[in-house]
């Protein structure tokens, strides 16, 4: 039973393949208002509105194929490739139509539409119910309409004298003809060869013109042209006049700095002011500072309290157009403001360390820069005015700038030392503008993957490292540290010398190859006599009083 069913299934769908494949439907011998046109070739309408055709419609199928009773044969227009097909006509063709059950044909009249098609691109062909393929397309052209454009479309006018502005109407499709055109200028135009002021319409056979703005002050007319083409007026066009921006973006305000002390006053000046603009002053905070007196390069202010301000200028030019632009944010008698890290949320004005957890890290290394940022900062700061210092220990500063534990600049980076990560790790940083360092602020950082290690303050230096033993002395004096923890930086050796009270050496300068502890044969000194014992190292001297038994 099954066996018979896919038997079954496999005649059925042959009948239905069969029935499909076996229809051709042709589109052919067509003429065009009476001329023939190439089957499957190019129908063109030239510039007519509509053409009439006369075509040949023909099917051929397998004379054992049965047509249902509702097939159609249809004519469509396809106007672009993405477009929907548009049925123009059809036809019922059924089973019994056909001439020895194989072929069928029919000769029609059929009126097309140029306004069903495009310039280009646009198909007309022939679909069957029955067949899987459609006939061969035959490609639909016309001449195109006449169409004009202005260009430029839109256009500028600059607050300065500039050379002019060219107008041209453009005969898009090139349609031939005896062309004129007539311009509507308005008013505020003058012929820009000539300077001669030009008003509302006139008519050229050049499709360009040449303007200039009467006055570059005032904004002139918008510019429409009229094409004619074989006495025929076309659509107007017109071109939109507008006045450009006015955004003096490089001019600047700088120099002058913060003011340090309330009371004085400060100077600041203005840098690539276009020529012909007008300048007005102002204080963002007349309360903390005023405009004392101005001109187009130089401004100054006089302080009255302390916080901060801007300086915003107003700049207008001729056509009454105005940009601002403001100052750096000014410090009147607070000096430098301690910086913060960029991102950590701290504020500077907290003399709390800044704890920052977990900032992104490899194996050895911090792999984010670290800048700093600080209100009071001025445009002229360099490098040695960003001052950080290495408090823990355990990693070290990577920037251009760097001495011992100390770096230099607005933007850090920080390696561990020997690829170990430890748990935490301080530095403090502070900044110099022009009325002097800020005071230092002190930075945190934890990994919670990190090797423990103790934080520690800076170590204090002493005034004074070495003792002197016994004092009063007979023979020898020995020469020891007051804290053995504690050496003197930048030394690996002492030299001894030996003076009387009024500057006289008695034992001359003996080098002693410790940094730590020495010894002074003394024995050949007067007896019950004081005597001056300077110990030196590096670039320092260390005075003791020694009393000769």
């Known amino acids: 039973m099954k066996k018979i069913l896919s038997l079954l299934i496999l005649l059925n769908l042959f009948f239905f393949s069969n029935t499909i494949y076996a229809q051709t439907v042709y589109l052919e011998q067509i003429t065009v208002n009476g001329s023939a046109v190439s089957n499957c070739g190019t129908i063109n309408f030239n510039s007519n509105s509509s053409v009439s055709l006369s075509l040949k419609l ?27 097909p548009k049925l123009i006509n059809g036809i019922i063709v059924t089973n019994g139509s056909f001439t020895n059950n194989t072929s069928w044909e029919g000769t029609f009249g059929q009126t097309l539409s140029a306004s069903d098609i495009e310039v280009s691109g646009s198909t007309f062909y022939a679909v069957y119910d029955a067949a899987v393929n459609p006939s061969c397309s035959y490609a639909l052209i016309k001449n195109p309409s006449p169409t004009f454009n202005i260009s430029p479309a839109s256009q500028v006018v600059y607050c300065e004298g500039l050379s002019g502005y060219n107008f041209n109407c453009n005969n898009v499709y090139s349609s031939p003809g005896n062309l ?21 319409t006139f008519t050229t056979t050049s499709n360009n013109i040449w303007l200039r703005p009467v006055n570059y002050t005032n904004l002139p007319s918008n510019i429409s042209v009229t094409p004619i083409l074989d006495g025929v007026a076309q659509p107007t066009k017109t071109c939109s006049i507008s006045r450009s921006g006015f955004a003096p973006t490089l001019t600047k305000i700088n120099a002058g700095g913060n003011i340090c002390a309330v009371g004085t006053s400060s100077t600041y000046f203005l840098s690539n002011l276009p020529s012909g603009c007008t300048v007005y002053y102002t204080s963002t905070n007349p309360a903390v500072a005023t405009i004392s007196s101005g001109t187009v390069s130089q401004v100054m ?5 302390a916080g901060t301000f801007q300086i915003k200028a107003t700049l207008g ?15 009147v008698g607070a000096g430098s403001v301690a910086p913060i890290l960029e991102g950590s949320g701290c504020y500077s004005n907290s003399f709390t360390p800044c704890v ?17 940022t600080s209100p009071t900062m001025e445009s002229t700061n360099t490098y040695s005015d960003w001052e950080w210092e290495n408090l823990s220990g355990r990693f070290a500063f990577s920037a251009t700038h760097t001495s011992g534990n100390m770096a230099y ?56 490292y070495y003792n002197i033993s016994p004092n009063p002395a007979s023979s020898v004096v020995n020469i020891t540290l007051k804290n053995p923890s504690l050496v003197p930086p930048n030394a690996s050796s002492l030299y001894v010398s030996v003076f009387t009270t009024s500057g006289t050496q008695v034992i001359p300068e003996t080098w002693i190859n410790s940094i730590t502890s020495g010894s002074l044969y003394v024995g050949n000194l007067a007896s019950l006599t004081g005597y001056l014992l300077k110990i030196k190292y590096g670039n320092t001297v260390e005075t003791k009083y020694l009393m000769k038994n």
């Open 58 to 84: 023909r099917i051929t199928k397998s004379a054992t194929t049965t047509i249902g009773t509702s097939a159609s044969l249809k004519l469509y227009i396809k106007k672009n490739s993405s477009d929907t």
């Open 180 to 200: 004129s055109y007539i311009w509507n200028v308005g008013n505020g135009w003058a012929y820009n060869d000539t300077g001669i002021a030009i008003t509302g």
């Open 301 to 305: 202010v006089q302080s009255q309290a």
């Open 317 to 331: 030019n001729a056509c009454g157009q105005t940009f601002d632009i403001f100052s750096q944010f000014i410090t």
């Open 356 to 372: 920052i957890n977990n900032p992104s890290h490899g194996s050895g290394y911090v792999s984010a820069f670290l800048k700093l």
């Open 409 to 464: 600049g607005e933007i850090m980076n920080i390696n561990f030392l020997n690829n170990i990560i430890p748990d935490q790790i301080a530095f403090r940083c502070r900044v110099r503008n022009s009325c002097g360092w800020s005071n230092w602020k002190n930075f945190i950082m934890t990994f919670s993957d990190g090797v423990p290690v103790v934080v520690t303050p800076p170590v204090t230096q002493p005034t004074e």
